[in-house]
């Protein structure tokens, strides 16, 4: 085997079956300062991105509770999306397939020094959608939203979690004079429906719908049986079943960003160490058959993870984040670039 294989296996993962291994490595510093060539560094601040539908920019939050941010690719100008109207900050924003923003935020005052009434904020966020000119006021939609929403790429459906994170609706939205409203909204899961034997002890959320039919969604499952295991399933809309696509009793398994072509999701993954691990980044199969692969090493650093990862439209690249031990869930330094044709060029 040559120097350069032995280099990419050891640096960058390799496709294993069933569970994958994280490299036992305990690095002082961090992973910002060694990144491999694959994947720069794109702001020093900033959280929870997505893409644009035409891969030319991308949101972001600030910092949870935060405002919303558009990062152009071209100018690499960042512009305030949500500085021109009164509200209590955002958790999370996401592109509708017609340019519009869709957010998620307390629609009250709260204490942000307090960690209760922060995590009250967050079990309580409502939707709402920004017109894409970020000069009006977001129209509300009525309705709660309990950690991330799910949005079509391709038509004006959304999914979410709410309730005390025990049940998943959809919806469309449709714009009457202008205005965005709900129609059509359903519960399509409940944590009661979940198999006895990888049952959740109460939470869980949506992530994606699959495409290119929109006819799945990528579910996380937390706390299954009553222990600190989380699971990746696949939910479908047609039928109501449940796959579940990771199956790992030791390990610690949400899924994140979808891959386009329909086959694939992000995972953020890490085996169980306790309730909410470090986690790194795996590219994961939607077929059953648990394959992963493994995209990040920032679980490598003493207390660094990397997290958050979203997939542009044409499957070119991945945006994450950074993060360390200890914070609130989803809290980010930075936004990062992942160049999936330069990461097999270094093969």
């Known amino acids: 085997m040559t120097k350069s294989i032995l280099t990419f296996v050891f640096f960058y993962g390799a496709f294993f079956i069933g569970l994958s291994t994280a490299i036992a490595t305990d690095k002082e510093g961090n992973p910002a300062d060694e990144l491999p060539p694959h994947i720069s560094q794109l702001t020093w601040f900033g959280e929870r991105a997505d893409w644009r539908h035409d891969g030319k920019r991308f949101v972001f939050l600030n910092r949870t509770y935060g405002d919303v941010y558009e990062y152009d690719f071209a100018t690499k100008r960042i512009t305030p999306c949500t500085d021109h109207f009164k509200h209590h900050g955002f958790v999370r924003v996401l592109y509708l397939s017609n340019g519009d923003l869709l957010l998620s935020g307390p629609k009250e005052t709260f204490d942000r020094s307090g960690k209760e009434s922060r995590q009250r904020a967050r079990d309580?966020?409502?939707?709402?959608?920004?017109?894409?000119?970020?000069?009006?006021?977001?129209?509300?939609?009525?309705?709660?939203?309990?950690?991330?929403?799910?949005?079509?790429?391709?038509?004006?459906?959304?999914?979410?979690?709410?309730?005390?994170?025990?049940?998943?609706?959809?919806?469309?939205?449709?714009?009457?004079?202008?205005?965005?409203?709900?129609?059509?909204?359903?519960?399509?899961?409940?944590?009661?429906?979940?198999?006895?034997?990888?049952?959740?002890?109460?939470?869980?959320?949506?992530?994606?719908?699959?495409?290119?039919?929109?006819?799945?969604?990528?579910?996380?499952?937390?706390?299954?049986?009553?222990?600190?295991?989380?699971?990746?399933?696949?939910?479908?809309?047609?039928?109501g079943s449940l796959t579940n696509l990771t199956n790992s009793p030791d390990r610690y398994e949400e899924c994140e960003g979808i891959f386009p072509d329909g086959n694939y999701t992000l995972v953020e993954s890490a085996e169980k160490q306790h309730r909410w691990p470090l986690v790194d980044l795996y590219r994961l199969s939607l077929d059953g058959s648990g394959r992963k692969e493994r995209l990040t090493f920032f679980t490598g650093y003493r207390n660094w993870k990397a997290a958050e990862g979203v997939i542009s439209d044409d499957g070119k690249f991945m945006l994450f984040q950074d993060g360390k031990g200890g914070m609130e869930a989803g809290q980010g330094f930075s936004i990062f670039l992942y160049d999936f044709a330069r990461a097999v060029g270094n093969e």
């Open 124 to 239: 309580s966020s409502y939707l709402y959608v920004l017109d894409r000119s970020f000069k009006k006021p977001p129209t509300p939609l009525g309705v709660q939203c309990n950690e991330g929403p799910a949005v079509s790429r391709t038509r004006l459906r959304i999914a979410w979690t709410h309730g005390e994170q025990d049940h998943i609706s959809i919806a469309d939205i449709a714009y009457e004079e202008g205005l965005p409203k709900l129609i059509g909204a359903k519960v399509v899961l409940t944590s009661s429906q979940f198999p006895a034997d990888r049952r959740p002890r109460k939470w869980i959320e949506t992530q994606n719908f699959v495409p290119p039919n929109d006819d799945k969604l990528t579910v996380t499952g937390y706390e299954l049986n009553n222990t600190e295991n989380t699971d990746t399933f696949l939910l479908d809309l047609k039928t």
